[in-house]
């Protein structure tokens, strides 16, 4: 399934590695550590620039989209990836936010 090279995007594979490996990984040792809280910014900026590289695939694939589609197809296209950006900008907002609070609760008790 990760392996198919056309139906797996790096950019959203890396996003849901540190969504659901290596953020909750990092959050909980930066709960225990609270020295170890500025690697959540890392973790963060790191996620934020996979998050860049699909905005800017899915603007590219949205300019390059197939001419040979009827109208019909072609807007049921772009929406289902208005859709999927759409989810994905959810989750980039509610990480950022999970980062903002978990460096603030490390930084109150360190």
Avoid: Y
């Avoid at 930066?30 to 998050?51: C, S, T």
């Avoid at 989209?65 to 109208?71: T, W």
């Avoid at 999927?84 to 959810?90: D, M």
């Amino acid at each position: 399934m990760n392996c198919d090279r056309k139906t797996v995007h790096q950019d959203e594979m890396s996003m849901n590695f540190v969504d659901f490996v290596v953020g909750p990984f990092f959050f909980s040792l930066a709960e225990a550590v609270p020295k170890a809280a500025f690697i959540l910014q890392i973790m963060g900026d790191n996620r934020n620039q996979w998050h860049a590289m699909m905005e800017s695939r899915v603007s590219a694939a949205e300019k390059a989209s197939a001419p040979e589609l009827d109208a019909e197809a072609a807007e049921k296209q772009a929406q289902a990836r208005q859709e999927s950006l759409a989810k994905w900008n959810t989750r980039k907002d509610t990480f950022d936010e999970k980062v903002v609070s978990a460096i603030a609760n490390a930084n109150a008790r360190a």
